[in-house]
Nanobody
Framework: QVQLVESGGGLVQAGGSLRLSCEAS????????MGWFRQTPGLARDFVAA????????DYADSVKGRFTISRDNAKNAVYLYLNNLKPEDTAVYYC???????????????????WGQGTQVTVSS
């Protein structure tokens, strides 16, 4: 089992930046692929970014490419999402998720992840 706790959300103006953090405890974090998803009320949970267990490979949703960056620090059992040039449409609850695996395949469906945090709210004002 992996327990995940997100932090770093908040209210920011359009064009601003935030850093989301997700701290993990439990099973070996360095063997776990990580992803970030986001969700607005009444809508499905959407893929944002993913990173392999080693951090060597990443993937992003088209809507955030060039603006968001995912990274991880296995020594600190943490994964981060840097949100730059934020837009009002980025407003959502952001969740980190984990799935055990050391290969280089990355998953973009929330159904493929086994562990979830409680979410952190990001609100971007226009």
């Amino acid at each position: 089992q992996v327990q995940l706790v997100e932090s770093g959300g908040g209210l920011v103006q359009a064009g601003g930046s935030l850093r989301l953090s997700c701290e993990a405890s439990g099973r070996t974090f360095s063997d776990t692929k990580m992803g970030w998803f986001r969700q607005t009320p009444g809508l499905a949970r959407d893929f944002v970014a993913a990173i392999t267990s080693s951090g060597a490979r990443t993937d992003y949703a088209d809507s955030v490419k060039g603006r968001f960056t995912i990274s991880r620090d296995n020594a600190k059992n943490a994964v981060y999402l840097y949100l730059n040039n934020l837009k009002p449409e980025d407003t959502a609850v952001y969740y980190c998720a984990g799935r055990y695996g050391r290969n280089t395949f990355l998953y973009t469906s929330p159904d493929e992840y086994d562990y979830w945090g409680q979410g952190t709210q990001v609100t971007v004002s226009s």
